[in-house]
């Protein structure tokens, strides 16, 4: 539940016209969370390390899970709207709606590295 909260405020936060810059203290990327796993093996706790794998899956379970057009859940939109409209998206449109989804996911991991960067050199 917390990831999806966060997922869709940081898209909303993203898509407001006053967003400045991405609240990087809230969205890690996959830097800050390869230091998180090197402290959490560091500690040589195995439940620890099982925990935070665990964690790792299920986020990743949840976002891959969301209808955006590039990701599994996005995927099932489109078979959903095909079972509704009895007619399959065109091609085309399919298309430009991935490629937009794309970018958007491309934004993110961008931007969430370049906040993990910062954080470390801060």
């Known amino acids: 539940k917390d990831t999806l909260t966060s997922v869709v405020g940081f898209l909303t ?12 203290q809230k ?7 390869i230091q998180t796993g090197s402290k959490v093996a560091q500690t040589r706790d ?18 891959n899970s969301l209808p955006l057009p590039a990701l599994d859940g996005g995927q099932l939109v489109f078979v959903l709207i ?21 970018f958007l996911l491309f934004y993110v991991s961008i931007t969430t590295t370049i906040g ?7």
């Open 13 to 24: 936060y993203l898509l407001s016209p006053k967003a400045e810059a991405a609240p990087q």
């Open 27 to 33: 969205l890690s990327g996959p830097i800050a969370v």
């Open 46 to 63: 195995v439940g620890a390390l099982f925990a935070f794998a665990t964690a790792i899956s299920i986020n990743l379970a949840v976002v």
């Open 82 to 102: 095909e079972a509704v409209t009895k007619r399959k998206v065109p091609q085309p449109i399919q298309d430009a709606i991935i490629s937009a989804t794309l």
């Open 116 to 122: 993990d960067l910062g954080s470390i050199f801060r």
